[in-house]
């Protein structure tokens, strides 16, 4: 499958159908009245986070969704069929941003969950609504109200627990196989990955997901290499494993490329928490890993952790020290979601909730 992590779409709610003016007709009763029945409501555009899905590639393809417009009215008070939804079936993570991608109107985070983004337009009334007793064969009948339409950015942040980081080459993602039964590609030559990949890791009974991300180099945030586009997929981890290639002549000036590239990156990239390995010590002289440890722990001031993703050494440590963190976060999710919860029930003041509404962007609703 192909990867793709921002596409433009056009979206449009369908239109309302016309009311209807028509007058009942029929042998031997006389002055039958108004009988034009109302148009149908247009469809919405839903959202909708699915599971199975780690690619927008499909909007690649098709960019323009419209929703069914509603049908008209008709006689003997019949009112016309509301139009189909148009539903876009979205990975989780996907953000939807606007047209100048600086509001994010929905954040779909979780499986399952439904955004009515536009409601579709309202039918219009048929004659029989406007009879009165002063006016009793009403020819108004109104059009039905437009949907609305708009374009916006779909943006997908892949969600995982883990990030992997390092210059190309680090072994990142021979990391990745050998922890979890991803299969990305290997190779002697930097940027072997092009597009992020994710594997699910298991430390005793807890499974997290890891994101293998491109290596990064200097000058990234300015569009070097495959710039820095692709850390938005560890914008949401709760940990970074940062890798620094343990056979290269100086393994703490790598440490410090890479974290002035998070630095410029922003996202609060920077302040996350972060593990550091020196990978690859099985290509190393064992007395050389010492050495190497202290030039890296002195440049961060910090332990540094050493592993081989080709003999194994050091990766249980690796994941152990990764799942601290993650079950840090899981369980402050849940808390605020908890809390979300009893929030919502009793709401504290209520211009501070329509405020928040604004802010969102507002015209959408969770179903
Ligand atoms: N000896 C040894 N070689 C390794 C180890 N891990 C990775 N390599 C080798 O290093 C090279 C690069 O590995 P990758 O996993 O593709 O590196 P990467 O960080 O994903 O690189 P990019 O995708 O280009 O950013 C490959 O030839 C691997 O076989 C290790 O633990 N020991
Ligand atoms: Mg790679």
Redesign the pocket.
């Known amino acids: 499958m192909k990867f793709l992590d921002q596409a433009k779409v056009f979206l449009k709610s369908g239109d309302g159908g016309p009311g209807c003016v028509s007058f009942r007709r029929e042998a031997f009763i006389e002055y039958g009245g108004p009988d034009g029945g109302d148009g149908g409501r247009g469809g919405a555009v839903v959202l909708e986070c699915v599971d199975g899905l780690n690619t927008l590639i499909d909007y690649r393809y098709q960019q323009h969704f419209k929703a069914d417009s509603g049908r008209p009215g008709s006689g003997g008070n019949r009112s016309g069929a509301s139009g189909g939804d148009s539903v876009l079936r979205l990975p989780v993570g996907t953000q939807v941003l606007d047209d100048d991608r600086e509001h994010v109107i929905a954040d779909l985070t979780k499986v399952g969950e439904r955004i009515v983004l536009m409601k579709g337009g309202d039918g219009g009334f048929g004659n029989a609504h406007y009879k009165t007793s002063t006016n009793q064969a009403p020819r108004k009948s109104l059009p039905g109200w437009p949907g609305e339409e708009m374009w916006v950015w779909l943006r997908l942040k892949l969600i995982a627990d883990a990030g992997?980081i390092?210059?190309?080459?680090?072994?990142?993602?021979?990391?990745?196989?050998?922890v979890t039964r991803a299969r990305?590609?290997?190779?002697?030559?930097?940027?072997?990955?092009?597009h992020p990949g994710l594997g699910v890791a298991t430390v005793g009974k807890e499974e997290f997901v890891i994101a293998?991300?491109?290596?990064?180099i200097e000058g990234a945030s300015e569009g070097a290499g495959l710039g820095h586009r692709f850390l938005g997929h560890v914008e949401r981890c709760a940990v970074l494993l940062h890798?620094v290639?343990a056979?290269q002549n100086d393994p703490a000036a790598a440490y410090r490329t890479v974290r002035q590239e998070l630095e410029e990156y922003g996202g609060g990239l920077s302040d996350k928490q972060e593990i550091v390995a020196l990978?690859?010590?099985?290509?190393v002289p064992e007395e050389d890993i010492p050495v190497l440890v202290d030039m890296v722990q002195e440049e961060i001031g910090r332990e540094v952790i050493t592993?081989?993703?080709?003999?194994g050494?050091g990766l249980d440590t690796a994941l152990s020290a990764l799942i601290g963190p993650v079950q840090e976060a899981r369980r402050a999710r849940k808390d605020a979601a908890a809390k979300d919860d009893t929030d919502f029930s009793e709401p504290e003041d209520e211009t501070e909730a329509s405020e928040e509404t604004g802010k969102t962007g507002a015209g959408w609703s969770p179903v």
């Open positions: 992997l390092g210059l190309p080459n680090a072994g990142k993602s021979t990391f990745l196989s050998s990305p590609k290997i190779a002697d030559y930097p940027f072997t990955t092009l293998d991300i491109p290596g990064l890798l290639d056979t990978s690859k010590i099985d290509s592993l081989s993703a080709i003999s050494a």
